[in-house]
C-alpha cells in the first residue's frame, strides 16, 4: 500500500506547464508537512516547495515565482502547480510528508517531469 499517490507528471516544451497532484491518506495530510523534492540525473535530491498543516508554503530560489504548491484538505491531496518550464526542471519529482519539517518518513512512487529545449 503506497502512503502518497502521485500524478501528473510528463513531457512538456519549455515555457510550458504541468500539474502535480499527491494524494494522501486522511491522517498524514492532516498531521504532517507535505512538500515536492526533485532528482535530475547526476545531481542531489533538493526540496523545490512545501506546505505546512497550516498552509504556510517555502520555494527553493529556483522555482518561486514559477511554481504554486496548494492543498485541497477535502480531497487531502496537494498540488503543484508548474509555470514557464525549464530544462532545468526535468527531473524526477517525489512528493514526501513528515514531522515537524522535511524530509519525512512518507514518500511517493516519484513521477517523471521531463522539460524539451
Known amino acids: 500500500q503506497v502512503p502518497l499517490v502521485e500524478s501528473g507528471g510528463g513531457l512538456v516544451q519549455a515555457g510550458g506547464s504541468l500539474r502535480l497532484s499527491c494524494e494522501a491518506s486522511g491522517r498524514i495530510f492532516s498531521r504532517n508537512w507535505m512538500g515536492w523534492y526533485r532528482q535530475a540525473p547526476g545531481k542531489q535530491r533538493e526540496l523545490v516547495a512545501r506546505i505546512s498543516t497550516g498552509g504556510s508554503t517555502f520555494y527553493a530560489d529556483s522555482v518561486k515565482g514559477r511554481f504554486t504548491l496548494t492543498r485541497d484538505n477535502a480531497k487531502k491531496t496537494m498540488f503543484l502547480q508548474m509555470n514557464s518550464l525549464k530544462p532545468e526542471d526535468t527531473a524526477v519529482y517525489y512528493c514526501?510528508?513528515?514531522?515537524?519539517?522535511?524530509?519525512?518518513?512518507?514518500w511517493g512512487q516519484g513521477t517523471q517531469v521531463t522539460i524539451s529545449s
Open positions: 514526501n510528508a513528515g514531522a515537524p519539517y522535511l524530509p519525512g518518513p512518507f
